[in-house]
């Protein structure tokens, strides 16, 4: 297979890659939870998206492509058709997320040496409305019978705990967190933008190296309406779904607009009815789902955003939230619905992580923020070879060191505008940071 310079694919690709899928059984009670799920899963390397016991859990890796730089999208797409052209494909199930897909993570700045990686796993086990499918990707030379769960399934030993967790400052301690805050109200106030999502980090140090299947056991357990996910040590819950493609239908949950929950459901009823009338907050969201409506709206032939948000409970906050849906306009000719990857990087940044007017938040960002953020709030997800697929935004979320396994950055951000109180954002931010905290916990 020929690629390009800047599109390499490594992990000894088969040529052609042979893919089926057949339908499968999974031990599930009434109700599917993700753990049917995630303990399939070996510590080496796992793969995850899963939400409400649904999703896709994978092992292995026949290929790997790895892009960086403004192209790393484009990249990262042209590289996946190639590998699929000579591909033999037998799909018993025909269900998103059967057949080959792969899972990606890419950087959120042009500039990251972060870059982003797809990996096409060799094992895929997922489950949808009931439904549960094995998908193998192989070499020629390596088929056999129908393939079988418990023939291609690592060997079940439990996660181990992590022991005592430690945490330090990230690029910024909290106090100075405190002044970056205030310098981006100042530029707000000053007409340089209007809205800018900060981010700060904290660095984890656990006892143990981290096996990640204890982490994401965790966060799906707590975060049901969230997409936990594992990609190439990047580990976590979001709440916030980039874009869905799905057979011509696309789906983009927008968050923005935040506060911390007490623990008291009473008093979080009156949370929910403060943020849900709040002035800063309500401004802070419209920014977002504007922007997600603008990106979407060249690819769509009809959409809807809602007028007003909805609030979203988290066991750590509550959210403002819109569900923004619109129609692929139809493809004409030779031509092909855009891919879900491709929708995610005409997406890519929201207004609700990066901010408004998008280039110069950028700029800001750059100028105050004082880290890479490297794959944090960055695209996260799948797609087939359909096109189709989920892509969040990597939130709620750590990356685990390459060297060290033992040590993890751990991310939150918070979106700012003119009547931002920078210790009402640090307060904010402590309280993103809580998911993963809870999962090394």
Request: charged share 25%; aromatic share 4%.
């Given at each position: ?343 995610a990087a005409a997406l890519h940044p929201t207004a609700a992580v990066c ?17 890479d953020r490297g794959r944090y709030a960055g695209p996260v997800g799948w ?59």
């Amino acid at each position: 297979m020929s690629t390009s310079p800047s599109t390499p694919v490594t992990g000894g690709v088969p040529r052609p890659l042979v893919v089926r899928t057949v339908p499968c059984d999974l031990p599930a009670g009434a109700v599917p939870d993700a753990d049917d799920l995630l303990d399939l899963l070996g510590p080496d390397a796992p793969l995850a998206w899963v939400r409400r016991g649904d999703g896709l859990v994978a092992w292995g890796e026949a290929a790997r492509i790895e892009v960086h730089g403004a192209d790393r999208f484009a990249d990262a797409e042209r590289a996946w058709r190639q590998l699929l052209e000579h591909a033999i494909v037998r799909d018993e199930v025909r269900l998103p997320g059967t057949g080959p897909i792969a899972f990606g993570s890419f950087a959120f700045d042009d500039d990251s040496p972060a870059g982003g990686v797809v990996v096409v796993p060799r094992v895929v086990v997922g489950r949808r409305d009931g439904r549960a499918w094995l998908t193998t990707l192989s070499a020629p030379g390596e088929l056999g019978p129908l393939p079988r769960l418990r023939d291609v399934a690592p060997r079940h030993v439990p996660p181990a705990a992590p022991g005592e967790v430690t945490y330090t400052d990230g690029a910024v301690d909290a106090e100075s967190w405190l002044d970056v805050v205030a310098r981006g109200v100042a530029a707000i106030r000053s007409g340089e933008v209007e809205k800018v999502v900060l981010a700060r980090d904290v660095h984890a140090r656990t006892q143990h190296p981290l096996d990640v299947r204890w982490a994401l056991h965790r966060l799906a357990d707590r975060y049901r309406s969230c997409w936990t996910f594992s990609v190439d040590g990047m580990i976590g819950a979001t709440p916030e779904l980039l874009v869905r493609s799905e057979r011509g239908l696309v789906t983009s949950r927008v968050l923005a607009g935040t506060i911390r929950r007490t623990g008291d459901d009473d008093a979080d009823m009156g949370r929910a009815a403060i943020l849900a009338h709040s002035s800063k907050d309500l401004e802070e969201h419209e920014y977002a789902v504007t922007s997600v409506a603008r990106a979407l709206a060249p690819f769509c032939s009809s959409s809807n955003v809602p007028d007003l948000p909805f609030v979203l409970p988290l066991p750590n906050v509550l959210h403002l939230a819109s569900d923004v849906t619109g129609v692929l306009t139809a493809p004409q000719g030779d031509d092909a619905h855009p891919s879900s990857l491709a929708l995610a990087a005409a997406l890519h940044p929201t207004a609700a992580v990066c901010g408004t007017p998008t280039q110069a938040a950028r700029a800001l960002i750059t100028r105050i923020e004082g880290m890479d953020r490297g794959r944090y709030a960055g695209p996260v997800g799948w797609f087939g070879a359909d096109g189709d697929g989920e892509w969040g935004i990597a939130l709620r979320c750590a990356e685990v060191d390459r060297d060290d396994p033992r040590r993890l950055r751990l991310f939150a951000g918070c979106g700012v505008v003119a009547a931002s109180d920078p210790a009402a954002e640090l307060a904010e931010s402590r309280a993103k940071l809580d998911p993963m905290r809870h999962a090394l916990s």
